[in-house]
């Protein structure tokens, strides 16, 4: 199962450590400008879309596993998202950070890039709610699709690890295009990000690892044998 992660886990650590260090190397609202510094009419429709994903359609999205019995991933996805959920509103109280529209009014030289048609929020801007969604829902599929891969016939192929790889890569793509999309609307830092994105890696990974047994718990199916007698029995 580690090793089946292993892809995953290090294309985030990769990403984290590169976060990090931009994080490190300059100042907030001069990254926020960095990172906001080319805007074009569709990326802000696919942005403002894009981000609406964690307010409803992934929480849908992750109910579907019901029409085919499978109770036991919606309801790993809903304590995943629960937990990191409760995790996160506490920070935001805790750690009451202004969202970039307020940080930008106190300094009249920078002007805030903002898309249109999009309402700005002002207060409890760390950590990001929608990267944390974004995140939990990702690393959940990934590590239910390393879970049933491990049992699948055909996981040493070489073709299947390189597929399988791909598909992790894939879901760590889309996990960081949801969390960059709330900088890119101007609605988060990101540090708010950074650490949304944190939530929604680790959490699943630990309620997996702790309830692994109870949670998600697939038995592979066992190779039936063929009781009818081999030719030269019957002869």
Known sequence: MKKSLLVY?????????????MLYAYP?????????????????IFFTYYSMLAEGPLYVLALLP?????????????????????????????ISMP?????????PNMVLPVVEGINLHNSNSFPSGHASTFFVFCTCL?????????????QNTHKSCILFDISLLLLLSLAALGAYSR??????????????????????C?????????ILRIKPKEHRQDKRPLPHQNA
Request: charged content about 15%; some cysteine; glycine content about 6%.
């Open 9 to 21: 886990g290090i294309a985030y650590f990769i990403l984290l450590t590169v976060t990090l260090g």
């Open 28 to 44: 907030k609202l001069e990254l926020h400008l960095l990172l906001n510094s080319y805007h074009t009419r569709l990326q802000d």
């Open 66 to 94: 019901l029409l085919w019995k499978q109770v036991k991933l919606t309801l790993f996805y809903a304590l995943c998202e629960l937990s990191g959920g409760a995790v996160l509103q506490l920070l935001k109280l805790l």
């Open 99 to 107: 969202r970039p529209h307020s940080a930008f009014e106190n300094c």
């Open 142 to 154: 990934a590590i239910y699709l390393a879970y049933r891969h491990q049992f699948s016939k055909v």
């Open 183 to 204: 900088v890119y609307l101007s609605q988060h830092f990101l540090s708010d990000v950074c650490m949304g994105s944190i939530i929604g890696f680790v959490t699943p």
């Open 206 to 214: 630990l309620i997996f690892y702790f309830g692994r047994n109870k």
